[in-house]
């Protein structure tokens, strides 16, 4: 057999599970192979997470008149403290062990090693890289010692001696009479293994018990998306989708729920001491904590499993919405048959609703430092500030109200009319019964000037600490006109760094909270430029303006504010 050396690839993974058995005894190994072969744990429901968190549900059958090991699959990474093995019907759980086990399997030969180790005392000749040929007896590849690297070292037993050679010499070889092509492979597995016993208390007889494990752990996710078509008269037709992401195990005919909330998961960042692994990568960020997962110790769910079976001769039955329900702080639709394997994506409509919603324009007017923090920064900052305080824009939102029986999630919304598209937004998350603005497109049938100017300054105009502080007091207007073809409604907003005095034009102004004012400077860059002094926040603080206008077609409006601050 002539076989030339060419890059031979060994498989990226490895199966986390062989078909290999420890080393039992007879009966044990017979024992052990029934029960795994009697109940292999399938996925029977999973509750999913939009974070990428999974509750999920597995559970199989078994006789309950005698002792039996069941044997998962895969070992399972679960959250710490998530993890919770049981059993049913007439049978109690003794243990659930984890453990690593090597087994020797035979595969078949892809790389030069492998083909040399299947084919020891054979006659072999081989051609190296100075094109020299050398015919012998192949011996073994000598073992390297435990965590030490593969030797790439061979030997030739030919008649004039033994030679040893190096793997990576050679560019051909060829084998005398039929080569052996498999090769015997150490691989090592994690198994989870459930030990049941009869329960002397129980009533489960000779019939069939039920045993399983219920567990969170990352890796499978939905991700919604929502499209509103508006018919420009007030009501919006809504469509909710779900797009499911697994990369976490295979789902064949399973229930899914796919909840709308914020799940808490103290402990998500750790994983369980039964997945035999000291931490967790690739962990999801986390979202804000606040709620319970749904079912997450539900004797309901664990109790109440019908026997799930598909007839290999019939069609698997579709997806299905089966129902929407609240459970405590979170909603959750759930779906039936749902078969999606790792790896793989899906997407489906969960529901149709309509909405109704205005259309609002909002002007949120953008803010700057005082006049002295100006004057003493850069020139290349007070251009990119000027870039951010020019420009003010009206936007078109949709203010929806959700008169749906479910909350609203955070999520992408496509907006249509008539078949066309409008715009992309951001849903924000809504509870029934509230409120909700969609941005849409910005009105440049809208137009807009804003101005700001100093009315005045009186020095000397407070004394704190032996130190003098003069004010300033500034004034602001905003001009609106109207040049679409249909009144609207406008909204504007003008905060300010300092005091609030007066709103003209029935507008109303109030000074802002510490949280208020956090909130706002987060999405403000220029705040970080300069060091404020301590002083500033003992006499100053954050003030904001709204009106609330309505505008006909052709028609102007003016919007005046002053306010003031203090400075040393």
């Known amino acids: ?60 059958s078994i006789p309950a008149d005698k002792a039996h090991e069941l044997v998962l699959d895969e070992l399972p990474v679960p959250v710490l403290g998530t993890f919770w093995p049981y059993a049913t019907g007439g049978v109690k759980l003794v ?25 020891p005392g054979k006659r072999a000749t081989l051609k190296d890289s100075s094109n020299e040929m050398t015919t012998g007896v192949l011996l073994r590849i000598p073992k390297p010692e435990a965590g030490a690297p593969p030797s790439t070292l061979f030997l030739l037993e030919c008649a004039d001696g033994t030679r040893a050679m190096d793997l990576s010499q050679v560019r051909w070889l060829q084998i005398e009479g039929q080569a052996a092509r498999t090769v015997k492979e150490k691989r090592s597995r994690e198994r989870l293994t459930l030990r049941t016993e009869p329960n002397p208390n129980g009533s489960g007889g000779a019939g069939s018990a039920r045993v399983g494990v219920t567990y969170v752990q990352n890796g499978l996710r939905w991700i919604p998306a929502y499209q509103f078509d508006i018919d420009g008269q007030g009501q919006a037709k809504v469509q909710l989708e779900a797009s499911i992401v697994n990369d976490l195990i295979d789902l064949e005919q399973v229930t899914l729920h796919l909840v709308i909330g914020v ?31 749904y079912n997450a110790a539900s004797n309901a769910l664990r109790t109440q499993i019908a026997g799930f079976a598909v007839d ?14 609240a459970t405590e702080d979170l909603f959750v639709f759930s779906l039936a048959n749902i078969s999606l394997r790792k790896g793989e994506r899906m997407t489906l409509p969960l529901r149709e609703f309509t909405l109704s919603y205005r259309d609002i324009h909002t002007l949120d007017l953008p803010f700057g430092p005082p006049v002295e923090v100006r004057q003493q920064l850069p020139s290349e900052r007070t251009l990119e500030l000027a870039r951010q305080l020019a420009h003010p824009q009206v936007i078109h939102v949709l203010r929806v ?17 008539k ?17 909700t603005d969609l941005k849409i497109n910005p009105a440049i049938d809208i137009r807009v000037q804003s101005e700001e100017r100093e009315r005045g300054r009186v020095p000397n105009a ?36 300092g005091l609030v005095d007066n709103a003209g034009q029935s507008g109303k102004a109030k000074q802002l909270e510490i949280g208020a004012i956090a909130r706002e400077l987060e999405s403000v860059s220029w705040w ?21 206008i309505q505008l006909q077609p052709g028609e102007e409006a003016k919007l005046e504010s002053e306010w003031h601050y203090f400075w040393r």
């Not at 078909?19 to 429901?45: C, G, K, Y």
């Not at 078949?419 to 409120?435: D, I």
């Open 401 to 417: 109200r959700n008169t749906s029986d479910a909350p609203l999630t955070t999520a992408p919304a496509l907006v249509t009319s």
């Open 95 to 119: 243990y659930a062990k984890a453990a690593r086990e090597e087994s020797e399997t035979e595969v078949e030969a892809q790389n030069l090693r492998q083909l040399i180790e299947a084919n």
């Open 462 to 497: 407070v004394q704190w600490n032996n130190e003098s502080y003069g004010r300033i007091d500034l004034e602001g207007e905003i001009q609106l006109k109207n040049l679409k073809t249909a009144p609207i409604e406008v909204e504007v907003r003008r905060r300010v760094l």
């Open 263 to 293: 799940p808490s998961f103290e402990f998500a960042g750790l994983v369980d001491a039964i997945a035999l692994q000291r931490e967790f990568a690739g962990v999801a960020a986390q979202m804000p904590a606040q709620s319970a997962f």
């Open 528 to 548: 970080g430029w300069w060091s404020w002094p301590y002083w500033w926040y003992r006499f100053n603080g954050f003030g904001e303006f709204r009106w609330v």
């Open 312 to 325: 290999e001769g019939l069609p698997a039955p579709s997806p299905a919405v089966i129902g929407a329900e």
């Open 419 to 435: 078949g066309r598209v409008l715009a992309q937004g951001k849903l924000l998350y809504t509870p029934v019964g509230s409120e």
């Open 1 to 60: 057999m002539n076989l030339p050396i060419l890059p031979l690839i060994l498989p990226a993974l490895l199966s986390a599970c062989l078909s290999a058995t420890a080393q039992d005894t007879p009966s044990d190994a017979s024992a052990r192979s029934a029960a795994h072969n009697a109940a292999t744990l399938p996925v029977r429901e999973v509750t999913v997470f939009k974070d990428g968190h999974a509750y999920l549900l597995r559970e199989g």
